[in-house]
């Protein structure tokens, strides 16, 4: 395709009716050679198969035929609008059929006439209000018709024409550029074919066939850039066979306190095999919040240790930060592993001597913020880095993060169910690891969803909890009052609770406006039980570890998304005893209302993200419009998600196939990855 005097390349100026002016506005529709116009696809399609009217929805675009059997009248308004109307018998139907200014229309229908009409279906007063209409019965030609997006004077009707005479004429040119064994696999349209039928549907069904070739095709494309991208990363990249300690990591598992569940034992499987290859691991951990992701961390982190490496922990926060730094201490303890906190709080002598004992070798385990990836911050040597909560760090800082020091491994975990379709494309060049196992004995958190006049029960509820031993969290959107926005606040709700509970449980105050000294100090008292009661904005909303707290309150619930409710509530249902949260929520709409239902009906991650994706679409499922996400122009990444996962799996065996790399049969499908950038030469060198 790359020979200019390839019948597709020519200019679209070739076509018979396309004169100097419609060129230049097939350009500005990015339509210039005769491929770019068979290929501009239709959005959507007209349905004009008769529809019976019983069955008609309100509202719904419909086509029916009849007999006209009234005098059409005409009746002017406004000053240039019109009305024509007249009653059509459809069937067993007799329905009002109403065209808006075309007085022209008066001269053409007549009393007895039949009619094909097209247009809005008003179910509750048995109206249609037509767009198009043709003499006759039977008479649409085309019963279902492409709609194409347009631009400037350019109509529908004469871009059809123009593809259809460009179709004619050069469609023996087209070239297949789906590999044949794909295309018998899944029995795809050919090309050709699947573009003739895209422009020129005979039925619904050979459109949806095109459309499926061509959903195919967009994702295989898509993924064959995102594997092939992921196989440089890995075979370019010179990363550490680690000689890791097998007895000693033996010794380590089996002095955990528990078991490990399959799921766990599966994913370090999983990282165990990219730690001995040359290669540089670059994998995605997900598992749901408490499915005990940092033992695994932890266990992997061991390994590299033992191997003679230094590993790194990084996390968005810096009480989590401590609190890993903590746990990873006491997991530690015995094994000769030096752990070390580094975060924008230490200063000074202590932060100078800290980053010298880095240098050294002489800590083994650097846990922290972001400050982890500093320039002034050197590893002796630096094995493998684990971020956990993926989703807070930008690409740029995984990029950063990929690029420090002597190449680590990279882990990235995240507590974040991300739908299986958004892992794929938007992680589509990383490995993913799936935690998808509680460990034993869990029990679902309770969740209910109440209204602002419950609270009385509500108190004495959390009361009852606090009685028998056990904790509180009460989550606010706002630290303190705002003027602008009518939710609760912090250090008012603090105020108030402290005093309904005055003289026998003690509540804290925890918000991001706090010195992290203060927070360290709040979230420890609540920890060792000296706060019963913890009031807190979503600074908490993760990794913070408290066992004891069985219940949880979250006012104006509506405030958040259902991955953030979610990471909230899994604050608690830590320990084994029941565990319970409470949404006050007064959602104004069908969709907040169906949030708040679909929190207290599953406590799955995976599930809720997936219906968070559902109810806020793909861009903004990360809060904000994610860059990198791929635009497609036939597909849709979440109903067509199961293409996506063919498509994948189809794209990784080709690439990692010999066959790929030499066949002339993959000639076009190494140029597009060159063209791409993802390889040079046409092969992996
Ligand atoms: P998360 O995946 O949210 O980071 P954690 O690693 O914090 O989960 O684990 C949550 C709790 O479950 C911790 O108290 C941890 O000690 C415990 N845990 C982890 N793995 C298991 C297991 N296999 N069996 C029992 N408890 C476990
Ligand atoms: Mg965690």
Same mark, same amino acid.
């Given at each position: ?10 200019? !679209? ?17 990015? +339509? ?76 053409? !229908? ?6 094909? !009409? ?125 000689? $890791? ?10 002095? *955990? ?13 999983? +990282? ?47 009480? *989590? ?32 001597? *800290? ?9 083994? *385990? ?83 969803? !109440? ?128 565990? $319970? ?16 239902? +679909? ?41 067509? $998600? ?44």
């Amino acid at each position: 395709m790359k020979n200019p005097d390839h019948p597709l390349l020519k200019p !679209v100026s070739v076509l018979q009716g396309v004169g100097e002016e419609t060129a230049v506005q097939l350009g500005d529709m990015g +339509i210039y050679t005769v491929s770019d116009l068979i290929n501009y696809l239709p959005y959507r399609y007209d349905d004009f198969r008769l529809k019976d009217l019983s069955e008609a929805a309100h509202e719904e675009r419909v086509t029916v035929e009849g007999s006209v059997h009234s005098e059409p009248a005409l009746q002017f308004y406004g000053r240039k609008k019109s009305r024509l109307t007249f009653r059509l018998l459809t069937g067993p139907h007799s329905v009002k059929v109403t065209f808006f200014n075309q007085p022209y229309l008066k001269k053409k !229908v007549n009393l007895h006439d039949k009619l094909t !009409v097209t247009g809005k279906w008003d179910r509750q007063r048995q109206l249609i209000t037509a767009q198009t209409y043709k003499l006759g019965e039977g008479s649409q030609e085309e019963l279902f018709a492409p709609v194409y997006p347009l631009k400037g004077s350019v109509t529908n009707k004469t871009l059809r024409k123009f593809i259809k005479q460009a179709l004619d004429l050069y469609s023996d040119s087209l070239a297949e550029t789906l590999p044949q064994t794909l295309m018998m696999k899944y029995k795809l349209l050919n090309r050709k074919e699947a573009l003739e039928a895209m422009h020129f549907p005979v039925s619904p069904e050979s459109m949806k066939q095109a459309r499926r070739r061509f959903v195919f095709e967009e994702f295989f494309y898509f993924q064959l850039k995102m594997q092939g991208l992921r196989k440089v990363e890995r075979e370019q990249s010179k990363g550490v066979h680690f000689q $890791y300690d097998a007895d000693k990591l033996r010794d380590f598992t089996e002095k *955990l306190p528990f078991p490990l569940t399959n799921a766990q034992k599966r994913v370090l499987k999983e +990282i165990f095999a990219d730690l001995s290859t040359p290669f540089r691991m670059n994998r995605l951990l997900q598992g749901d919040v408490g499915s005990g992701k940092t033992v695994v961390a932890a266990i992997a982190l061991y390994a590299v240790i033992t191997a003679g490496y230094q590993g790194a922990l990084m996390v968005p926060t810096e009480i *989590l930060a401590e609190q890993h730094a903590e746990s990873l201490a006491a997991l530690f303890d015995g094994t000769g592993v030096t752990v070390a906190l580094l975060t924008s709080s230490v200063k000074g002598k202590k932060r100078r001597l *800290l980053l010298e004992q880095l240098k050294q070798g002489e800590i083994d *385990l650097l846990v922290g913020t972001h400050a982890l990836i500093q320039d002034e911050v050197d590893f002796k040597k630096l094995g493998l880095v684990i971020t956990d909560e993926q989703h807070r760090f930008g690409v740029q800082q995984r990029r950063v993060l990929r690029e420090k020091g002597e190449s680590p491994d990279v882990l990235f975990m995240t507590a974040t169910p991300i739908p299986r379709t958004l892992a794929i494309t938007v992680f589509g060049e990383m490995d993913v690891s799936i935690i998808d196992e509680m460990p034993a004995g869990r029990k679902p958190i309770e969740t209910y969803w !109440v209204k602002e006049n419950m609270m009385n029960r509500i108190l004495s509820f959390i009361e009852k909890e606090l009685e028998q031993g056990r904790q509180a969290y009460v989550i606010c959107p706002l630290i303190e009052e705002s003027d602008k926005l009518d939710v609760q606040n912090a250090i008012d709700v603090h105020a108030q609770l402290s005093q309904y509970y005055a003289g026998r449980y003690q509540a804290g105050l925890m918000h991001g406006r706090l010195h992290s000294d203060e927070k360290e100090a709040i979230m420890k008292q609540f920890a060792e039980n000296e706060t019963h009661i913890l009031i807190s904005t979503t600074v908490v909303e993760v990794g913070v570890n408290v066992p004891n707290a069985s219940v949880m309150l979250i006012y104006d619930a509506e405030r958040f998304g259902l991955s953030q409710l979610h990471q909230l509530r899994g604050r608690v249902g830590r320990g084994s005893d029941q565990s $319970y949260c409470i949404l006050m929520a007064d959602p104004k709409n069908e969709v907040g209302k169906e949030r708040m239902k +679909i929190m207290t009906e599953t406590n799955d991650g995976f599930v809720l993200s997936e219906k968070d994706l559902e109810l806020r679409g793909p861009g903004d499922f990360f809060g904000r419009k994610q860059s990198g996400m791929p635009e497609f122009r036939v597909a849709d990444m979440v109903h067509d $998600y199961r293409a996506l996962e063919t498509a994948r799996d189809d794209a990784h065996q080709l690439i990692e196939s010999e066959i790929f790399w030499h066949s002339s049969d993959y000639e076009p499908l190494r140029s597009y990855l060159q063209a791409e950038g993802v390889i040079s030469g046409g092969k992996l060198d």
